[in-house]
């Protein structure tokens, strides 16, 4: 399974529709191979001060991560960071 980016709009961290078919995709494959574990990576562009962009790449990951549990993955399976 290749890794793919993700967007998110401007100063948001909702995951985007065009979005929802990888995330589904990516949920079953790690369904399917249980003893693989996933990092998401949150970042933002350079706008804004490093603490805020710290805080919302942290929420664009989470975001992610809370989809994916949402279809059943575990959450003990994914780690999330932000580089801001």
Not at 5 to 33: C, G, S
Not at 42 to 51: F, K, M
Request: hydrophobic share 35%; charged share 25%.
């Amino acid at each position: 399974f290749s890794a793919h980016d993700i967007h998110f709009d401007f100063d948001d961290y909702k995951i985007k529709v065009e979005d929802i078919p990888y995330l589904e995709l990516l949920a079953q494959w790690l369904l399917q191979h249980k003893s693989y574990k996933l990092t998401i990576e949150g970042h933002c562009d350079e706008r804004g001060s490093d603490l805020y962009n710290l805080a919302l790449g942290e929420k664009r990951a989470n975001s992610a991560k809370d989809f994916l549990v949402s279809l059943g993955v575990s959450s003990s399976r994914i780690d999330c960071i932000s580089y801001g």
